[in-house]
């Protein structure tokens, strides 16, 4: 059984960074994209970042140049990196896979900017 748990969320000031992590329960090697997601209440699940096998990184025009999004195949882990953020990077982030799947959406990590 596929489980996401992602982690690192907080509180943070206009300008800070972040660390988000997200733990699979399986060996993510066999998922060709990892990806992150967020969602803020009222609003889509919208993607925010993906990763290839070959490590080949995209982001969102809105957090290119602030964000960073990397998988380590052994630790089974895909990472998040934020950096100078905004109040309106505030949302709950997820990980998935890419195209997204229903059946693995997790608890998700709140990141809140805020002053």
């Known amino acids: 059984q596929v489980q996401f748990v992602e982690s690192g969320g907080g509180l943070v000031q206009p300008g800070g960074s972040l660390k988000l992590s997200c733990s699979a329960s399986v060996s993510i090697a066999s998922f060709s994209v990892m990806a992150w997601y967020r969602q803020v209440p009222g609003k889509q699940r919208e993607l925010v970042a993906s990763i290839t096998s070959a490590y080949k990184a995209s982001l969102i025009d809105s957090v290119k140049g602030r964000f960073a999004i990397s998988r380590d195949n052994a630790k089974n882990t895909v990472y998040l990196q934020m950096n100078s953020l905004k109040p309106e990077d505030t949302a709950v982030y997820y990980c998935?896979?890419?195209?997204?799947?229903?059946?693995?959406w997790g608890q998700g990590t709140q990141v809140t900017v805020s002053s």
């Open positions: 998935n896979i890419f195209p997204r799947s229903q059946d693995y």
